[in-house]
Structures are given as structure tokens and as C-alpha cells.
């Protein structure tokens, strides 16, 4: 009883410590995806935990809406799977590809119970009708994994009052302006915020100093150029709508919509709501103000590219408040080593962002917050002011991460450059690849997405199967056809190496910038 006694009286202290002083092992900037992780991770682990955030509101955002199976079980790990429920999540259980009018359906496949993937179950019948678990004519299946989708917002309060409710984390609503340095050292001592006074309503100086700050204030962080010295590359814009009670077989699968100058991805985040993102390149002709701006280029561009059956639910959403639909812009930043910057941390998408077209941006969250809440525990860094343990724990998270993100973020970019194709070449790979889907081969490729299996190479060996795959029906689209055919074959070959080369172009820089 003593023992407990003494346990309480701790706690009661660093509380007191944080809420009074504002000082704790850990200050975290940001109670959003990766912020909530990593401060319940660390605050699990019996560090003293102070969460700071702008704006303790319900966020209304469309981004953060879809969560790999990955992320699913990375989740559970951290102790937080409660997070999504009652919050009408919706599971997931696979990709829906429809291109030009041609479709076809897969489903993550089912796992060994070491991880393997059970490579051709992954186009079962079960998998089209939406049913991801079971038995298939008296035979039974590995269980197979699910994602879920859901309104960003309703899940980011469930990780906040779960960090709210945790001993060890104090939550404040302030607003992080800069960081603090020490007066001999360059060292990062804390952050300086503003806090709204209640009385007044007027925001005043206020500070938070830990042995570690962890900044994720986001992609539009205001920390990220003085701490990384990065900056995002954005090559278009996700618009959304909400779409209500939208018929959409199959049913719990993400719908990739392919057409030629569209490109949406569409999947259910409520009983009664279908988030629809649509693509808009920066600058695109067709979204010219001449042309109707975004919402002429959604109405005339997209729209008539989604099947018969949603089209009246996309221009209803459309036409419901007469505005331009919400944006967001998508980036690509690759990560970089931190190890130099003493005291502090970026991380989350102010670390480190690819499209958002594969949904993997909380996978990589909740998987980086588990890895370094492991490479921090306190049997490994009793003390996080040691400068040196942290640096070299900064160093192993850098590498042992790629093994997921590189090829979340990889994909991301390759299938993007591949699915909003603008010439001839990425639009024969853009073929092949849906081609490589119809032919079944597709477990490995999904379960790489889905944040399942961790091998690298294993995505660079299906990236190049799909473009010599487009050589191959490219070949029979020249020579094809005709008795003399057999003379084009000069001009294929030629053609073979374009494709081979713009495949080179969009997969190898890519990979090799997430191998640094």
C-alpha cells in the first residue's frame, strides 16, 4: 500500500510540475494525429507529458480520413484501438479501380500468423461483396485484415480525450509560437506560446520547457524551416465533397475513379457520407476560370467520369452550398536526418508527407510513434535530457522506419504520377497497371499499400512488372492487327524504351530519395 502511496504522491508532484510550472519530461506541439501518439506513448511509458494545441475544438478537415490496416493494428499497439469506435467508422477491406469504363475490385489479403501474406486469396468472391472474414464453401481463411474511414474529426477527439484522460499528460490549449534556447548552448529548452486569457479573451506570453520537444504542428508547420530547413512540393490539390447516401459497390472498399483527365478517390467515412477527393493538377487548362474554374473542371471533367450511379449524389454535393469545394494542397517532402538539432524533434507531416491518394499518411503516423516511443523507453534513455541517447536514438529511428515508409511514400508518388497520367508513356503504364490488377496480381501489391509487408525491393520488382507489362501491350497495340505488323516492330521497340525509360523517371528518384 505504501508503495502505491508513494506511486500517487510521484504523479501528484509532476502534475503540480506541469500545470503550475509548465516543466515535464516531454512537451509535445500539435494534439493531432502523431501529437496524441506520441504523447500517449511516452506518458504510457511513465514520462510526464505536456500536450500543447491551437484550437481544442472538433477539427473540420478532409484530410485524415482513411486508415491502412497498418495503422489499424499499429494503433492497437499503442493502446489506443478505442479510438475508433462510436465514431460510425466504417471498415475497409480493400481497392475499387474503375478506368475508363473497365473495372475491378481486390481486397487486402489474409495474413500467416507470423505476417506473411497469403499471396492469391486476394481476389476471392468474398472480397467483391465486401465480406473480408469467414469461411468460402466450408473452407476456412486466414482472418483478413481491415482498415476503417471516418470523419477526421470525430477520431482526432477520441485520441484527445484519451490523451485528456491519461494521468500523465496535461493538455493545454495554447498556441506555439517559437522555440526557447538556451543562453549558452543552441539546445531547444522549451516553446513559447500565447495563451488566451479567459477573462480578457486577449492572448498572452506564456512558456512550456521539457527535457524533449517534439514538434508536429502539421503541413503547415511554422517550426519546420528552422529545425529541418525543407520545404513541400505540391503538384495539385485534393477538392471534396461529401456525398450522401451514395450507392457504391462494392461495398467497404476505397473507389480509385480513373478517366481521361479525371482522377477521384472515393470511400465511405460515415452510415450516410462518401468523402470524394478529387484531383486538380496546379494550372490545369480545364480548371481555368475561362473554363469555369474548379468547379467547371469538376462538372464537366470528373463527374461524367464516375459511374452512372453516383454521378447524381457528386452534383447534388456540388451544388449544395454554390461555393468552391474545401482543398488541400498534396505534398511531397521527404524525410531527413535529425540528429544535430539538440533538444528537439519534427515530426509527423511536418516531417515528412507523400499524396494522399493511397491513404497512407496515419499509418506512417502511428507506425513512427510506436518505433520511437521504443527507441525512447526509459530502459533504453532513462533520461531525455542525455543528449547523446537521443541523438543515437534519432539515428536508428531515421533507418528502421523505411522499412514501412519508403514504400507508403514511394507508392504514393508512382501511383499518382501513374493514375493522373498527362502523356503517352505514363498513359501505357497507367494501362498496365490496372491490366496488372485485372490479372490477379495484386496481393503483394495491396498489402504494400496497406502497410502489411515491409519489403522494399518486393515494390520495385511489381512497379517494374507493370511497366514491362505496358511494353508488352503496347507491342501488340503497334504491331497487332495487321499481316505486316511485323514491320512496326522498330517503332515499338522504340516506344519499349520510352515507356521503360519514363518508368525509370517516376519510380527510381523517388525510391532513391527515401533509401538517403
Given at each position: 500500500m505504501a508503495g502505491a502511496d508513494e506511486s500517487q504522491a510521484a504523479r501528484d508532484r509532476e502534475r503540480e510540475r506541469r500545470e503550475q510550472h509548465h516543466e515535464a519530461d516531454v512537451v509535445v506541439v500539435g494534439a493531432g494525429v502523431f501529437g496524441c501518439a506520441i504523447a500517449y506513448a511516452l506518458a504510457t511509458q511513465g514520462r510526464s507529458v505536456i500536450l500543447l494545441e491551437r484550437w481544442m475544438h472538433e477539427p473540420d478537415r478532409i484530410i485524415g480520413e482513411l486508415l491502412q490496416p497498418g495503422g489499424v493494428e499499429a494503433l492497437r499497439k499503442l493502446g489506443l484501438e478505442k479510438c475508433l469506435e462510436d465514431i460510425d467508422a466504417?471498415?475497409?477491406?480493400?481497392?475499387?479501380v474503375l478506368y475508363r469504363g473497365e473495372e475491378v475490385a481486390f481486397s487486402y489479403p489474409p495474413l500467416t500468423g507470423d505476417g506473411g501474406v497469403v499471396v492469391g486469396a486476394g481476389n476471392r468472391k468474398e472480397a467483391l461483396d465486401g465480406h473480408g472474414n469467414g469461411h468460402v464453401k466450408g473452407e476456412k481463411t486466414p482472418a483478413r485484415p481491415e482498415g476503417r474511414s471516418f470523419h477526421h474529426g470525430r477520431f482526432i477527439m477520441q485520441l484527445r480525450r484519451a490523451c485528456l484522460a491519461h494521468p500523465n499528460i496535461s493538455v493545454f490549449e495554447t498556441?506555439?509560437?517559437a522555440t526557447i534556447r538556451g543562453q549558452h548552448s543552441d539546445e531547444?529548452?522549451?516553446?513559447?506560446?500565447r495563451t488566451k486569457n479567459q477573462e480578457t479573451g486577449e492572448k498572452v506570453p506564456d512558456c512550456f520547457f521539457g527535457q524533449l520537444t517534439i514538434i508536429a504542428d502539421g503541413y503547415q508547420s511554422i517550426f519546420r524551416?528552422?529545425?529541418?530547413?525543407?520545404?513541400?512540393?505540391?503538384?495539385?490539390?485534393?477538392?471534396?465533397?461529401?456525398?450522401?447516401?451514395?450507392?457504391?459497390?462494392?461495398?467497404n472498399h476505397g473507389h480509385v475513379v480513373i478517366g481521361d483527365q479525371a482522377l477521384a478517390l472515393l470511400y465511405q467515412i460515415g452510415t450516410h457520407e462518401t468523402r470524394a477527393l478529387i484531383n486538380v493538377p496546379i494550372n490545369h487548362p480545364a480548371a481555368s476560370p475561362a473554363n469555369g474554374g474548379v468547379r467547371g473542371y469538376i462538372e464537366k471533367v470528373v463527374i461524367p467520369a464516375l459511374p452512372p450511379h453516383v454521378q447524381p449524389s457528386a452534383r447534388a454535393a456540388l451544388a449544395a452550398d454554390g461555393r468552391i469545394p474545401k482543398s488541400m494542397p498534396n505534398s511531397w517532402l521527404p524525410s531527413t536526418k535529425q540528429t544535430t538539432q539538440a533538444?528537439?524533434?519534427?515530426?509527423?507531416?511536418?516531417?515528412?508527407?507523400?499524396?494522399?491518394?493511397t491513404g497512407g499518411g496515419m499509418t506512417v503516423a502511428f507506425n513512427d510513434a510506436l518505433l520511437l516511443a521504443s527507441l525512447l523507453a526509459p530502459d533504453a534513455v532513462p533520461s531525455l535530457a542525455d543528449r547523446a541517447a537521443v541523438r543515437a536514438a534519432m539515428a536508428?529511428?531515421?533507418?528502421?522506419?523505411?522499412?514501412?515508409?519508403?514504400?507508403?511514400?514511394?507508392?504514393?508518388?508512382a501511383?499518382?504520377?501513374?493514375f493522373a497520367a498527362d502523356d503517352w508513356q505514363l498513359r501505357a503504364l497507367q494501362r498496365g497497371c490496372f491490366r496488372y490488377f485485372q490479372r490477379g496480381w495484386t496481393d503483394e501489391p495491396v498489402a504494400l499499400l496497406g502497410g502489411l509487408l515491409r519489403r522494399p525491393l518486393t515494390l520495385a520488382y511489381h512497379f517494374f512488372s507493370v511497366a514491362f507489362l505496358a511494353i508488352w501491350l503496347n507491342v501488340l497495340d503497334v504491331c497487332g492487327g495487321h499481316v505486316l505488323g511485323f514491320l512496326k516492330l522498330p517503332l515499338a521497340l522504340v516506344q519499349a524504351v520510352l515507356i521503360l525509360w519514363k518508368a525509370c523517371v517516376v519510380f527510381l528518384p523517388v525510391f532513391a530519395t527515401e533509401l538517403r
Amino acid at each position: 500500500m505504501a508503495g502505491a502511496d508513494e506511486s500517487q504522491a510521484a504523479r501528484d508532484r509532476e502534475r503540480e510540475r506541469r500545470e503550475q510550472h509548465h516543466e515535464a519530461d516531454v512537451v509535445v506541439v500539435g494534439a493531432g494525429v502523431f501529437g496524441c501518439a506520441i504523447a500517449y506513448a511516452l506518458a504510457t511509458q511513465g514520462r510526464s507529458v505536456i500536450l500543447l494545441e491551437r484550437w481544442m475544438h472538433e477539427p473540420d478537415r478532409i484530410i485524415g480520413e482513411l486508415l491502412q490496416p497498418g495503422g489499424v493494428e499499429a494503433l492497437r499497439k499503442l493502446g489506443l484501438e478505442k479510438c475508433l469506435e462510436d465514431i460510425d467508422a466504417i471498415p475497409c477491406y480493400g481497392y475499387h479501380v474503375l478506368y475508363r469504363g473497365e473495372e475491378v475490385a481486390f481486397s487486402y489479403p489474409p495474413l500467416t500468423g507470423d505476417g506473411g501474406v497469403v499471396v492469391g486469396a486476394g481476389n476471392r468472391k468474398e472480397a467483391l461483396d465486401g465480406h473480408g472474414n469467414g469461411h468460402v464453401k466450408g473452407e476456412k481463411t486466414p482472418a483478413r485484415p481491415e482498415g476503417r474511414s471516418f470523419h477526421h474529426g470525430r477520431f482526432i477527439m477520441q485520441l484527445r480525450r484519451a490523451c485528456l484522460a491519461h494521468p500523465n499528460i496535461s493538455v493545454f490549449e495554447t498556441e506555439a509560437t517559437a522555440t526557447i534556447r538556451g543562453q549558452h548552448s543552441d539546445e531547444v529548452l522549451g516553446v513559447q506560446t500565447r495563451t488566451k486569457n479567459q477573462e480578457t479573451g486577449e492572448k498572452v506570453p506564456d512558456c512550456f520547457f521539457g527535457q524533449l520537444t517534439i514538434i508536429a504542428d502539421g503541413y503547415q508547420s511554422i517550426f519546420r524551416q528552422e529545425l529541418l530547413g525543407t520545404t513541400p512540393v505540391v503538384r495539385s490539390k485534393f477538392y471534396a465533397l461529401e456525398l450522401i447516401d451514395c450507392p457504391f459497390p462494392p461495398a467497404n472498399h476505397g473507389h480509385v475513379v480513373i478517366g481521361d483527365q479525371a482522377l477521384a478517390l472515393l470511400y465511405q467515412i460515415g452510415t450516410h457520407e462518401t468523402r470524394a477527393l478529387i484531383n486538380v493538377p496546379i494550372n490545369h487548362p480545364a480548371a481555368s476560370p475561362a473554363n469555369g474554374g474548379v468547379r467547371g473542371y469538376i462538372e464537366k471533367v470528373v463527374i461524367p467520369a464516375l459511374p452512372p450511379h453516383v454521378q447524381p449524389s457528386a452534383r447534388a454535393a456540388l451544388a449544395a452550398d454554390g461555393r468552391i469545394p474545401k482543398s488541400m494542397p498534396n505534398s511531397w517532402l521527404p524525410s531527413t536526418k535529425q540528429t544535430t538539432q539538440a533538444g528537439a524533434i519534427l515530426l509527423g507531416d511536418a516531417y515528412n508527407m507523400r499524396h494522399p491518394l493511397t491513404g497512407g499518411g496515419m499509418t506512417v503516423a502511428f507506425n513512427d510513434a510506436l518505433l520511437l516511443a521504443s527507441l525512447l523507453a526509459p530502459d533504453a534513455v532513462p533520461s531525455l535530457a542525455d543528449r547523446a541517447a537521443v541523438r543515437a536514438a534519432m539515428a536508428a529511428f531515421h533507418w528502421r522506419r523505411k522499412s514501412l515508409t519508403s514504400i507508403i511514400n514511394v507508392l504514393a508518388q508512382a501511383l499518382y504520377s501513374l493514375f493522373a497520367a498527362d502523356d503517352w508513356q505514363l498513359r501505357a503504364l497507367q494501362r498496365g497497371c490496372f491490366r496488372y490488377f485485372q490479372r490477379g496480381w495484386t496481393d503483394e501489391p495491396v498489402a504494400l499499400l496497406g502497410g502489411l509487408l515491409r519489403r522494399p525491393l518486393t515494390l520495385a520488382y511489381h512497379f517494374f512488372s507493370v511497366a514491362f507489362l505496358a511494353i508488352w501491350l503496347n507491342v501488340l497495340d503497334v504491331c497487332g492487327g495487321h499481316v505486316l505488323g511485323f514491320l512496326k516492330l522498330p517503332l515499338a521497340l522504340v516506344q519499349a524504351v520510352l515507356i521503360l525509360w519514363k518508368a525509370c523517371v517516376v519510380f527510381l528518384p523517388v525510391f532513391a530519395t527515401e533509401l538517403r
